[in-house]
């Protein structure tokens, strides 16, 4: 039995000129959970990471945390889907009254999201939902054909890719796996690691979004 740790990348720099780059707590989230993985005594036997700067960011804590010394190898089909043009060509929603700068963030994020991924207007983005996801199912799929039958697998990518490869095994059909993408990327942890496990019957998702290496004031979501 082979085993899939996908992890999303620590957390990044939020409201800065230049979101793709770990924060300061981002780079210790990631060492904490190379020595956690250490401690469990998971040795990756292939390490994969998107392109991102906060991909490979996170590569090198989790490394450097675990002690490990594993090349990494880069594979673009787990970077993050354009968010910033995602949020640029759905207009921010009105302000409610008494509503957080935060939620409101959130409110605008999950309606942009939600227009992207309907198909409705694919013409106005550079990458469609559609693409995306067929990408990512790529990824996945040159993972496997790459992973020794026996051995474990380390990918830091983000939160869209941990999040349609997750509902991709648990629902059937494209538009149940769209409906639990919408549900479990919002709710995704930075460095929180989902475990896929493939064996003789197949390809099976055993935990998502597990995040308890991190102290509660390291959990972050963005």
């Known amino acids: 039995m ?3 740790l996908l992890v999303r990348h620590g957390q990044a720099s939020f409201g800065a000129a230049d979101y793709d780059d770990l924060s300061p707590t981002g780079h210790e989230q990631s060492r904490v959970l190379g020595a956690a993985l250490a401690a469990r005594g998971v040795t990756a036997d292939v390490v994969v990471a998107g392109e991102m700067r906060r991909h490979a960011q996170t590569a090198a804590e989790v490394l450097a945390g675990a002690g490990w010394s594993a090349d990494v190898t880069v594979d673009a ?4 889907f354009d968010h910033l043009q995602v949020l640029k060509v759905h207009d921010q929603p009105s302000t409610v009254e ?3 700068e935060k939620a409101a963030f959130q409110r605008w994020f999950e309606e942009a999201t939600l227009r992207w991924t309907s198909g409705d207007h694919d013409e106005a983005y ?4 559609a693409t995306f996801s067929t990408r990512v199912e790529a990824a996945m799929t040159r993972l496997t054909d790459a992973l020794p039958s026996r051995g474990t697998a380390v990918v830091l990518t983000s939160g869209g890719p941990v999040a349609w490869t997750c509902a991709s095994l648990l629902a059937d059909g494209a538009p149940a796996r769209t409906d639990l993408w919408l549900r479990l990327n919002p709710v995704s942890v930075n460095t929180g690691t989902s ?3 493939r064996g003789s019957r197949g390809t099976t998702l055993v935990s998502f979004n597990a995040h308890d290496h991190l102290a509660p004031d390291l959990i972050t979501y963005r």
């Open 2 to 4: 082979s085993t899939i």
């Open 126 to 129: 550079d990458e469609s939902f």
């Open 77 to 80: 089909g787990w970077n993050e």
């Open 195 to 197: 475990t896929i496990v």
């Open 98 to 100: 008494g509503e957080s």
